[in-house]
Protein backbone atom coordinates (compact mmCIF):
# COMPACT_ATOMS: atom_id res chain seq x y z
CA UNK A 1 0.00 0.00 0.00
CA UNK A 2 2.94 2.18 0.83
CA UNK A 3 4.28 1.99 -2.66
CA UNK A 4 0.76 2.62 -4.61
CA UNK A 5 0.98 6.20 -2.36
CA UNK A 6 4.14 7.12 -3.37
CA UNK A 7 3.94 6.07 -6.82
CA UNK A 8 0.65 8.05 -7.00
CA UNK A 9 2.37 11.36 -5.11
CA UNK A 10 5.86 10.84 -7.25
CA UNK A 11 3.34 11.43 -10.50
CA UNK A 12 1.69 14.13 -9.12
CA UNK A 13 4.89 16.04 -8.41
CA UNK A 14 6.12 15.08 -12.00
CA UNK A 15 3.01 16.25 -13.68
CA UNK A 16 2.83 19.60 -11.72
CA UNK A 17 6.93 20.00 -12.71
CA UNK A 18 5.87 19.45 -16.69
CA UNK A 19 2.68 21.58 -16.24
CA UNK A 20 4.82 24.47 -14.79
CA UNK A 21 8.11 23.80 -17.37
CA UNK A 22 5.35 23.92 -20.74
CA UNK A 23 2.79 25.60 -19.12
CA UNK A 24 0.40 21.93 -19.85
CA UNK A 25 -1.37 21.00 -17.26
CA UNK A 26 -4.04 18.36 -18.58
CA UNK A 27 -6.07 17.20 -15.85
CA UNK A 28 -7.29 13.56 -18.29
CA UNK A 29 -3.43 12.61 -18.05
CA UNK A 30 -3.71 13.38 -14.66
CA UNK A 31 -6.60 11.31 -13.69
CA UNK A 32 -6.38 8.53 -16.41
CA UNK A 33 -2.77 7.52 -15.01
CA UNK A 34 -3.67 7.33 -11.29
CA UNK A 35 -6.57 5.64 -12.30
CA UNK A 36 -4.44 2.82 -14.04
CA UNK A 37 -1.79 2.71 -11.10
CA UNK A 38 -4.73 1.59 -8.96
CA UNK A 39 -5.96 -0.78 -11.58
CA UNK A 40 -2.36 -2.25 -11.84
CA UNK A 41 -2.38 -2.31 -8.39
CA UNK A 42 -5.13 -4.02 -7.48
CA UNK A 43 -4.09 -6.64 -10.41
CA UNK A 44 -0.97 -7.51 -9.00
CA UNK A 45 -2.58 -7.86 -5.24
CA UNK A 46 -5.39 -10.25 -6.82
CA UNK A 47 -1.90 -12.01 -8.31
CA UNK A 48 0.22 -12.63 -5.61
CA UNK A 49 -2.88 -13.91 -3.53
Do not use: C, H, P
Request: proline residues 0%; hydrophobic residues 55%.
Amino acid sequence: MKGLFISIFTFIIVWALYGVFFNDFEEDILFLTIIGIITGYNIGKRQRD
